[in-house]
Protein backbone atom coordinates (compact mmCIF):
# COMPACT_ATOMS: atom_id res chain seq x y z
CA UNK A 1 0.00 0.00 0.00
CA UNK A 2 1.42 3.55 -0.93
CA UNK A 3 1.79 5.87 1.10
CA UNK A 4 -0.97 8.25 -0.64
CA UNK A 5 -3.59 5.50 -0.30
CA UNK A 6 -2.30 4.94 3.87
CA UNK A 7 -3.00 8.74 4.24
CA UNK A 8 -6.16 8.27 2.50
CA UNK A 9 -6.88 5.24 4.45
CA UNK A 10 -6.47 7.11 7.72
CA UNK A 11 -9.05 9.65 7.02
CA UNK A 12 -11.86 6.85 6.74
CA UNK A 13 -14.53 6.22 8.65
CA UNK A 14 -13.47 2.04 9.36
CA UNK A 15 -17.10 1.24 10.14
CA UNK A 16 -17.87 2.37 6.42
CA UNK A 17 -15.37 0.05 4.51
CA UNK A 18 -16.74 -3.62 3.23
CA UNK A 19 -13.22 -5.66 3.86
CA UNK A 20 -12.62 -8.99 1.88
CA UNK A 21 -10.77 -11.97 2.48
CA UNK A 22 -7.84 -12.38 0.91
CA UNK A 23 -6.13 -15.29 3.15
CA UNK A 24 -7.18 -18.71 2.75
CA UNK A 25 -8.87 -20.17 5.79
CA UNK A 26 -11.06 -23.24 6.13
CA UNK A 27 -13.59 -24.49 9.07
CA UNK A 28 -13.11 -26.55 11.78
CA UNK A 29 -16.49 -27.29 13.49
CA UNK A 30 -18.08 -23.77 14.18
CA UNK A 31 -15.26 -22.22 14.84
CA UNK A 32 -12.47 -20.27 11.69
CA UNK A 33 -8.74 -21.65 10.87
CA UNK A 34 -6.80 -19.33 9.34
CA UNK A 35 -3.73 -19.68 7.56
CA UNK A 36 -0.95 -17.01 6.85
CA UNK A 37 -0.55 -15.97 3.77
CA UNK A 38 3.08 -16.04 2.00
CA UNK A 39 4.60 -12.99 2.13
CA UNK A 40 4.24 -11.33 -1.09
CA UNK A 41 6.50 -8.31 -1.04
CA UNK A 42 10.03 -8.35 -3.18
CA UNK A 43 13.91 -7.87 -2.29
CA UNK A 44 14.55 -6.59 1.29
CA UNK A 45 11.38 -5.82 2.80
CA UNK A 46 10.18 -9.33 1.15
CA UNK A 47 13.09 -10.72 2.99
CA UNK A 48 12.06 -9.26 6.64
CA UNK A 49 8.44 -10.34 5.74
CA UNK A 50 9.52 -14.23 5.18
CA UNK A 51 11.56 -14.15 8.57
CA UNK A 52 8.30 -12.77 10.38
CA UNK A 53 6.23 -15.38 8.61
CA UNK A 54 8.73 -18.39 9.74
CA UNK A 55 8.42 -17.00 13.54
CA UNK A 56 4.79 -16.37 13.57
CA UNK A 57 1.97 -19.31 14.02
CA UNK A 58 1.26 -20.82 10.62
CA UNK A 59 -2.86 -21.71 11.74
CA UNK A 60 -4.89 -19.43 13.47
CA UNK A 61 -7.99 -20.98 15.54
CA UNK A 62 -10.42 -18.11 15.78
CA UNK A 63 -12.41 -17.91 18.86
CA UNK A 64 -16.54 -17.44 18.48
CA UNK A 65 -16.80 -13.62 17.93
CA UNK A 66 -13.60 -13.84 15.88
CA UNK A 67 -15.32 -16.58 13.39
CA UNK A 68 -18.46 -15.02 13.53
CA UNK A 69 -17.25 -11.82 11.86
CA UNK A 70 -14.38 -13.92 9.66
CA UNK A 71 -17.51 -15.34 7.94
CA UNK A 72 -18.76 -11.77 6.74
CA UNK A 73 -15.83 -10.27 5.74
CA UNK A 74 -16.51 -10.91 2.23
CA UNK A 75 -16.88 -7.53 0.56
CA UNK A 76 -20.53 -7.36 0.88
CA UNK A 77 -20.90 -5.97 4.28
CA UNK A 78 -19.37 -3.09 5.60
CA UNK A 79 -17.84 -3.34 9.19
CA UNK A 80 -20.54 -1.32 10.82
CA UNK A 81 -23.04 -4.15 9.50
CA UNK A 82 -20.68 -6.59 10.83
CA UNK A 83 -20.82 -5.19 13.95
CA UNK A 84 -24.37 -4.13 13.84
CA UNK A 85 -25.02 -7.89 13.36
CA UNK A 86 -22.44 -9.58 16.48
CA UNK A 87 -24.63 -7.15 18.79
CA UNK A 88 -27.43 -8.90 17.43
CA UNK A 89 -27.05 -12.14 17.57
CA UNK A 90 -24.56 -12.44 20.03
CA UNK A 91 -25.34 -9.84 22.14
CA UNK A 92 -21.64 -7.99 22.31
CA UNK A 93 -22.02 -4.83 23.74
CA UNK A 94 -18.62 -3.45 22.69
CA UNK A 95 -19.11 -4.40 18.72
CA UNK A 96 -17.61 -1.70 16.60
CA UNK A 97 -15.14 -1.07 18.71
CA UNK A 98 -14.18 -4.86 18.92
CA UNK A 99 -14.62 -5.95 15.31
CA UNK A 100 -12.70 -2.72 14.55
CA UNK A 101 -9.47 -3.49 16.61
CA UNK A 102 -9.91 -7.05 15.10
CA UNK A 103 -10.32 -5.93 11.22
CA UNK A 104 -7.43 -3.47 11.74
CA UNK A 105 -5.51 -6.84 12.88
CA UNK A 106 -6.35 -8.58 10.10
CA UNK A 107 -5.22 -6.06 7.70
CA UNK A 108 -2.50 -4.90 9.19
CA UNK A 109 -1.35 -9.36 8.94
CA UNK A 110 -2.34 -9.13 5.58
CA UNK A 111 -5.28 -11.52 5.99
CA UNK A 112 -7.55 -9.05 4.39
CA UNK A 113 -7.63 -6.52 1.98
CA UNK A 114 -9.64 -2.90 1.72
CA UNK A 115 -10.60 -2.71 -1.65
CA UNK A 116 -10.26 0.95 -2.77
CA UNK A 117 -6.90 0.77 -0.90
CA UNK A 118 -5.75 -2.83 -1.33
CA UNK A 119 -5.09 -5.02 -4.49
CA UNK A 120 -7.55 -7.49 -4.21
CA UNK A 121 -7.84 -10.67 -6.12
CA UNK A 122 -9.44 -11.02 -9.05
CA UNK A 123 -11.87 -13.61 -7.52
CA UNK A 124 -12.69 -11.54 -5.01
CA UNK A 125 -13.25 -12.84 -1.19
CA UNK A 126 -11.68 -16.25 -0.66
CA UNK A 127 -13.75 -18.74 0.35
CA UNK A 128 -13.42 -21.32 2.82
CA UNK A 129 -10.33 -24.54 1.64
CA UNK A 130 -11.88 -28.04 0.95
CA UNK A 131 -11.48 -30.09 4.03
Given amino acids: MG ?5 D ?8 LAPVRIAPWKLAGERVVLHR ?3 RARGLKGLGELVSCWLA ?12 TWQRLDGAATVGEIAAALRAELGEEAAEER ?3 F ?10 AYPGFDEVPA ?3 VGPMAV
Avoid: C, M, Y
Fill in 3 to 7: TVRRR
Fill in 9 to 16: LERVNLLE
Fill in 37 to 39: PPP
Fill in 57 to 68: AARIRLDALGSF
Fill in 99 to 101: VGR
Fill in 103 to 112: VRDLHREGFL
Fill in 123 to 125: TGS
